[in-house]
């Protein structure tokens, strides 16, 4: 059993999909199918979850909000 492998993420359903087992659905961009509405870490699908990644993500959904704002 590992803490912290449970999505918190059902707050938000009424914003962006989720996944059946209730993480965020995004691109590897870090996009959601919700315009303007980005996502990044543990909480969106993928299929590594480590601080590594969740650090990357961060950059990725940052670069990609600029982008949208324009």
Known sequence: MAIGQEPENHGFENVVDLDPLGYISAGEDCTTGTPGVFTA?????????????????????????CSYIG
């Open 41 to 65: 870490g543990d909480c969106r699908t993928k299929a590594v979850r480590q601080l590594t990644t969740a650090a990357s993500d961060g950059a990725v959904a940052a670069l990609a909000a």
